[in-house]
């Protein structure tokens, strides 16, 4: 990333925490009712706003610059977080939009969808929607495959939005929310504990 994202571990991790419970509660509400409830996805939309106008807020206050706008303090910090987060939203809804109006997508993909682009922002926006993309491709195929290869199952769309979108929260912000590396750092060679040979 550019610059911080999180003001510190603790907030991190009640921002992914939030966004990884909604975007399931929309799955698994979606898996049972075949529809995602318009007042949960206004509720993760506001909730990632709001997010990103106190993360803004805190960041701009210490001086860190947070999206677009030069650091000036709490209220131009909160002020681009929103930034972030609106235009998030606006690009994701408008590709979304496009792709339901060639009927490839379902009404409630398209504001579930913008709503967590409003919590991940125009730059991780592709990376979400791509994962969700090829983890929907993965499952209807096992899908498919546990059913004996009739396509007569339905899919949602709304449970791999939600892998996905845990898998980039992880992928990027493993280290801001404080969790320890991967690969271990490697470890420099010993130093010779010989004193060095006088050459007189």
Known sequence: MA???FPDPAFGWAFCLTLAGLAFAAAWI???????????????LALGLGFHAVRGGWLGSVGTPVWLLTPGGL??????????????FAVAFAVMFA???????????VKLVAAVAG??????FPLVWIG????????????ILAAGGKPGTRTTYSLPLAVATVAVLLTLFWTPLGLPPLRPAPNPPAADARPPIDPN
Do not use: E, Q
């Open 30 to 44: 979606d898996t049972l009712r075949g529809v995602v409830p318009n007042k949960l996805t206004v509720l993760t």
């Open 3 to 5: 610059h911080r994202f």
């Open 132 to 143: 969700s993309a090829v983890t929907l491709v993965v499952w209807t195929l096992l899908r």
């Open 99 to 109: 792709l339901w109006a060639f009927g490839t997508c379902g009404g409630g993909d």
């Open 119 to 124: 919590w991940v922002g125009l730059p991780y």
């Open 75 to 88: 209220l131009v910090g909160a002020t681009d977080g929103l930034l972030y987060g609106l235009i998030g």
